[in-house]
């Protein structure tokens, strides 16, 4: 069974980067000639609905949401089996449940998921 578990700061304050990290157990990160996985961080907002940040895909191509294309990066390491993201000059407004996610390819629906990590920015 794959399991994915988000760890990082539950505070950053604000103009830092809010740096996260997905470990994926059960399951390899590595691609493989039998899996084209497809590795997603999507946030909720308190009391909204979700919101795609980007992809990293298996072959390491990384695809983001315009609106934050330009504070987000997401990357892997394949021998920790993690992927990682990074935005940078949050604000309040980044508050929100990170989630890091599984989708068997690009474009298909995420069936596996964390539980979610609460980010609050503040000072």
């Known amino acids: 069974q794959v399991q994915l578990q988000e760890s990082g700061p539950g505070l950053v304050k604000p103009s830092q980067t809010l740096s996260l990290t997905c470990t994926v157990s059960?399951?390899?990160?590595?691609?493989?000639?039998?899996?084209?996985?497809?590795w997603s961080w999507i946030r909720q907002f308190p009391g909204k609905g979700l919101e795609w940040m980007g992809v990293?895909?298996?072959?390491?191509?990384?695809y983001y949401s315009p609106s934050l294309k330009s504070r987000t990066s997401i990357s892997k390491d394949t021998s920790k089996n993690q992927f990682s993201l990074q935005l940078t000059s949050v604000t309040p407004e980044d508050t929100a449940v990170y989630y890091c996610?599984?989708?068997?390819?690009?474009?298909?629906?995420?069936?596996?998921w964390g539980q979610g990590t609460q980010v609050t920015v503040s000072s």
């Open positions: 990293i895909d298996y072959d390491g191509n990384t």
């Open positions: 059960g399951g390899s990160i590595t691609t493989s000639n039998y899996n084209r996985y497809a």
């Open positions: 996610t599984r989708a068997p390819r690009l474009g298909a629906s995420h069936n596996y």
